[in-house]
């Protein structure tokens, strides 16, 4: 009885446990890693609020074109009344003042202004969705940059993978030398150095593939940090290290200038960064152009000379209709404001063609070194192809006792260097393939 009491109470805790192992495992591929960093990662979300902030402010902007009320209060003690000057012809030339007003004196007053004619605030909405523009693009770019870094690091675990599965294979066929090697010394048919330098390549294999193995580890921790999942869940990368897996990128012999032209996000924002100058331009000049406006206002007002102030009269006054405010002079300002901003757009227009004028340059570069980073490619896998006929050769002639265990083990070690150098000219394609696919604009399309 006390047995099945016992399974009633850990087989729960157990089954508990066990999806708390589960849930520590996530499969994960490389553009369900892009996907999850747009959405959680922290940059982004900061990026996201600032889109917020840059949408309030036209809102903002917008508000000014609406009327406005307000409404005004005040109560004064006059510790001395104010005067006025009277002009008596007929007497003294000296004027004399005479005090006017209670003591005590109460004002109010609501007034409504509705602006009618307001250039500068029609600039300002401009130059306020101009901004959001920006804000918008600039977070495409952040999603840009993350994209490649994300896939960066991605490719690197899988590079640091494949490496250590190929170091554990060479790691094995050393350890049959060095069994091999130690069974003939204790025959007497081989040197003790032999088997000493078999033991030092296993070490040395264990130290490289320990030092990969915390790479990984390493580098999937800053993973985790930018696609913001916990720390403790262990990834497992379900794509593969294979130039087939790579991402489609343009047509042979095409530099992709038209897509780079049309997508980058650096053109865009500068491009926008133009027209903002033009409208701060226009703002300027605004500044000085007639403003029109409605105002009404009523009024309430009341003295004494006691605080008995409510037991008067308030009486009232109202009034509406038009200002019109001119400019006529100030300074020369708008003329210096102007010429700042002519510059300052002339700095941004040469800025852009400068731009332009580079992209062309880097997709030439980055394309070169695309077909460069392939022609290596096609060369290791021949390395391969030709280091394991070699090693196969070399371990049937050593079985067969044709071959020295040196031979063989120099295969080995061909054949290990040719499968590691052909893992990192798969991993150069890769990476030119991203930073070509980013300097086109499309990595996050």
Sequence with gaps: MKKNNLIK??????????????????????????QLARKGNRQLQIQALNNRVTDEAVKEARSYLLPSVTANGS??????????????ETGSPKLDDVKYGGRYAFDGSITATYPLLKPVQQSNIRLAKINTLISREETKSTEEQLALQVSQLYLTVLLHQQQVQVLKQSLSRNELALKDSRSLFLQGKNLKTDTLSNY?????????????????HVISTELKQLLAIDTEINIV????????DSRPTIDEGNTGLDLALNNRNDLKMQSLLVEQGKEKIDQERANFKPQLSAIAQYQLQSQADNL??????????????????IPLYAGNRLKYRTTQAELSVKQNEL????????????????RANLDE????????????????????????????????????????????KARLGNLQAVYAIRLAELQLMKAM?????
């Design 75 to 88: 109560y004064s003690v006059y510790t001395e009344r104010p005067v006025i000057y009277l002009r008596n």
């Design 237 to 244: 990368y379900t794509d593969s290290l294979n130039v087939n």
């Design 200 to 216: 030092i390549s296993i070490k040395n294999l264990e130290a490289n593939i320990s030092a990969l193995e915390n790479n990984i």
């Design 373 to 416: 980073a392939k022609r290596q490619w096609q060369i290791q896998e021949e390395n391969v192809k030709a280091a394991t006929v070699n090693y196969t050769m070399m371990n049937d002639r050593y079985r067969y006792g044709l071959g020295s265990r040196l031979e063989l083990t120099d295969a080995e070690l061909a054949l290990t």
């Design 308 to 325: 008995r102030i409510w037991n008067n009269g308030l009486p009232r006054t109202s009034f509406a209709g038009v200002k019109l405010s």
């Design 9 to 34: 109470i850990w087989l729960p805790l157990l089954l508990l446990s066990a999806n708390n192992l589960a849930a520590q495992t996530k499969n994960l591929a490389l553009d369900e890693a892009i």
């Design 441 to 445: 604009g499309l990595l996050i399309n």
């Design 351 to 366: 800025a852009l063609q400068e731009m332009k004028s580079s992209i062309h340059t880097e997709l030439i570069s980055l």
